[in-house]
């Protein structure tokens, strides 16, 4: 059965760095677009950051450009989102999403395989 993991959430403070990886298993992630997205607490779920399969050109959110980084390894069928200087405002569950074919649209929905997402607590 196909799975993507999330890992690396937990606590941190504002300032601190937390990486997030998206495991794959049964899904050979080479094959696919790969995106993050979070849900606050009360909020709907939002784009994060995106990764295109072919060429690795990415694409983020305005509120963590500079910040964060999403990156792939294929070998280790394996997405990570690096995330630099936190904010409060970053806490969130956070999600792994893949989607085979472009386009690649920012809406969740629009994404096709989901994994069961990783809280990130950001305190100050």
């Known amino acids: 059965q196909a799975q993507l993991v999330e890992s690396g959430g937990g606590l941190a403070q504002v300032g601190d760095s937390l990486r997030l990886s998206c495991e794959a298993s049964?899904?050979?992630?080479?094959?696919?677009?790969m995106a993050w997205f979070r849900q606050a607490p009360g909020k709907e779920r939002e784009f994060v950051s995106m990764?295109?399969?072919?060429?690795?050109?990415?694409t983020y959110a305005d509120s963590v450009k500079g910040r964060f980084t999403i990156s792939r390894d294929n070998a280790k069928n394996t997405v990570y989102l690096q995330m630099n200087n936190l904010k409060r405002e970053d806490t969130a569950v956070y999600y792994c999403a893949d989607r085979q074919f472009p386009p690649l649209p920012r809406e969740p929905y629009e994404w096709e395989f989901w994994g069961q997402g990783t809280q990130g607590t950001v305190s100050s």
């Open positions: 990764i295109n399969r072919n060429n690795g050109i990415t």
């Open positions: 049964g899904r050979t992630l080479s094959n696919y677009n």
